[in-house]
T-cell receptor, first 115, second 111 residues
Framework: DGGITQSPKYLFRKEGQNVTLSCEQN?????MYWYRQDPGQGLRLIYY???????QKGDIAEGYSVSREKKESFPLTVTSAQKNPTAFYLC??????????????FGPGTRLTVT | KQEVTQIPAALSVPEGENLVLNCSFT??????LQWFRQDPGKGLTSLLL?????REQTSGRLNASLDKSSGRSTLYIAASQPGDSATYLC??????????FGSGTQLTVLP
């Protein structure tokens, strides 16, 4: 079955530690995205990538980093510089991220708790 | 910058009722609008995508419309069921080349 997988489902970390969230897709999509969701708020874009080895900052990129070495994978690292990292993180993909955009498909999410 | 608003934030209806969820956006130069469903603690499930050249899309009991001139989209759910209970989010793709999300409407369908 084609889809997007995110692991782990729940992640707990101590303050000051970096943590990497996994996102893998087998939909053969070119574009991939990372969003953050906080209670009562809509999703906010962290980073996106339209092609391998290229990515752009979204609205809230500070304290996060990404890589796109393979078409299927787009890991997100939450660094110790992120002031309020506790949130629900969602990964998405689409055929292309170009003008007009196309339907985005989402993974099941990772809930990160930092104490 | 595109802003997307969904009102009300929460809605309760009895089973069997037809209902409309509203979504408004500020940038009429919208390329497409997508409606999603989110169950508690889960990811988003895409329901309908409306391209800017279209006025509506239908899937089963769902019908979504897009009116760019008024900056509005609606999601119509016919004959609601308890299984429809979830949070519904709309999101628009604009010239900023990213999807901007509303805060969602939490729908509860009472048996």
């Amino acid at each position: 079955d084609g889809g997007i997988t995110q692991s782990p489902k729940y992640l707990f970390r101590k303050e000051g530690q970096n943590v990497t969230l996994s996102c893998e897709q087998n939909l053969n999509h070119d574009a991939m995205y990372w969003y953050r969701q906080d209670p009562g708020q809509g999703l906010r874009l962290i980073y996106y990538s339209q092609i391998v080895n290229d990515f752009q900052k979204g609205d809230i990129a500070e304290g996060y980093s990404v890589s796109r070495e393979k078409k299927e994978s787009f890991p997100l690292t939450v660094t110790s510089a992120q002031k309020n990292p506790t949130a629900f993180y969602l990964c998405a993909s689409s055929i292309t991220g170009g003008q007009g955009g196309l339907e985005q498909y989402f993974g099941p999410g990772t809930r990160l708790t930092v104490t | 910058k595109q802003e997307v608003t969904q009102i009300p934030a929460a809605l309760s209806v009895p089973e069997g009722e037809n209902l409309v969820l509203n979504c408004s956006f500020t940038d009429s130069a919208i390329y497409n609008l997508q409606w999603f469903r989110q169950d508690p603690g889960k990811g988003l499930t895409s329901l309908l995508l409306i391209q800017s050249s279209q006025r509506e899309q239908t899937s089963g009991r769902l019908n979504a419309s897009l009116d760019k001139s008024s900056g509005r989209s609606t999601l119509y759910i016919a004959a609601s069921q308890p299984g429809d209970s979830a949070t519904y989010l709309c999101a628009g793709w604009s010239a900023a080349r990213q999807l901007t999300f509303g805060s969602g409407t939490q729908l509860t369908v009472l048996p």
